[in-house]
Every structure is written in C-alpha cells, then in structure tokens.
Antibody
Framework: QVQLQESGPGLVNPSETLSLTCSVS????????WSWIRQSPGKGLDWVGY???????NYNPSLKSRVTISGDESKNQLSLKLTSVTAADTAIYYC???????????WGRGTLVTVSS | NFMLTQPHSVSESPGRTVTISCTRS????????VQWYQQRPGSSPTIVIY?????PSGVPGRFSGSIDRSSNSASLTISGLKTEDEADYYC?????????FGGGTKLTVL
C-alpha cells in the first residue's frame, strides 16, 4: 500500500513561491499518476494538477500559469511549486496517487499552508 | 469545462438509507467514470467508490454507487446508516485530462 507524506513551509509570504514535497513509500513511483489537491479552510476539494511518472503533466486551467508539478523517481518524491501566491492560496495541500488515470486513490495526510505576511 | 453539483447537506437516522446525488452540468455522466470520497473531520479524504460503482477493499458493502443517464447524474447510496458514516462526501470525475470535484455534501446521521 502506497503511503504519502507532504512536507514544506507552513507559512509563505504573499507574492512569493509556495514549494511542497511529497515523499512516497510502499512502492515505486512508476506506472502511477501523482497529483496535488488542495482544500481551503472549511471549503471543498480543488484539483491542482497531476503528473504521470513518465513526466507528462496536466494542471487546473485556473492555476496553470502559476503551477509546476515534478517528480524525482530516484528520491521517490513529488514536488509542487505555486508562484505569486495570495491569501486565496491558503489551504491544506494533499498529495495523492493512483495506478489509474482520472482520479486520486491514496491520499496523504495533507499539510496546511498559510499565505500571510 | 463542466461542474459537478451536490446537495449541500443531507441527514438521516441510523439504520436508514441515504442517497447523495451528483449532477454533471455538461457532457455525459457516462462519458467518464465517477468516484466518491468520504472525508471525516480533521482527516484526509478516502475513496469509497471508484469507476461509478466499484468498491475498494475494506469499504463496507453498505456503500454503493450508480449513474443515471436520464438525469446526467451519479449517486452514492449508503444503507444501514451508522453514526460513523457522518462525514463530508465528494464526487469527482474528469474530462480532457481535467479533474473536477463536486462541492461536497455534509451527511448528518442523527
């Protein structure tokens, strides 16, 4: 069973870049779809984007200009970078994986990122 | 792109059956699989139904999923409700490599 653990700064200044890492254990990254999903406090789930282990990516159109998802198979890690953040980017960020395209299956515990000066 | 619309909240008594709907705004509900996630307070979401009606191992048989082409919607049905089923439930689907979540339904078991 794949296990996921997100990590990164809990506080980011407005206009700066949010950077998170997701460590994957319990299996190799290959043949999996790896995604980031966020949830603003008290709100619903918002898909950020995903990467297939071979490197192809797809992003939420509303975030596409600011987001980059990458994977490092040698380290079994997934990364998220979101530039020019504002208070609206304050959320719990989850990483998730799935052997099938189209949906996240296993989720990490999430990490809260607050955008504030 | 399309949207998935869910009722904001539903409530039902223990032992009864509840159905949560998820209506797709454009495109066919049958065109792409629908998933359902349960999120208890303070926890990350867990999948309870995938590919319209498939139940992951470990999910009780009380949970079932279906789609209805006539109403362009999907449904999650939970029978024999237990207090532990009280949670937020989200539907999810995709189209053209874009994933979409419904707004979520708060299930109260009282």
């Amino acid at each position: 069973q794949v296990q996921l653990q997100e990590s990164g700064p809990g506080l980011v200044n407005p206009s700066e870049t949010l950077s998170l890492t997701c460590s994957v254990s319990g299996g190799p990254m290959r043949h999996y779809y790896w995604s980031w999903i966020r949830q603003s406090p008290g709100k619903g789930l918002d898909w950020v984007g995903y990467i297939y282990y071979a490197g192809s990516t797809n992003y939420n159109p509303s975030l596409k200009s600011r987001v980059t998802i990458s994977g490092d198979e040698s380290k079994n890690q997934l990364s998220l970078k979101l530039t020019s953040v504002t208070a609206a980017d304050t959320a719990i960020y989850y990483c998730a994986g799935s052997p099938r395209a189209g949906f996240p299956r296993q989720w990490g515990r999430g990490t809260l990122v607050t955008v504030s000066s | 792109n399309f949207m998935l619309t869910q009722p904001h909240s539903v409530s039902e008594s223990p032992g009864r059956t509840v159905t949560i709907s998820c209506t797709r705004s454009s495109g066919s509900i049958a065109g792409n699989y629908v998933q359902w996630y349960q999120q208890r307070p303070g926890s990350s979401p867990t999948i309870v139904i995938y590919e319209d009606n498939q139940r992951p191992s470990g999910v009780p048989g009380r949970f079932s999923g279906s789609i209805d082409r006539s109403s362009n919607s999907a449904s999650l049905t939970i029978s024999g409700l237990k207090t532990e089923d009280e949670a937020d439930y989200y539907c999810q689907s995709y189209d053209s490599n874009t994933w979409v979540f419904g707004g979520g339904t708060k299930l109260t078991v009282l």
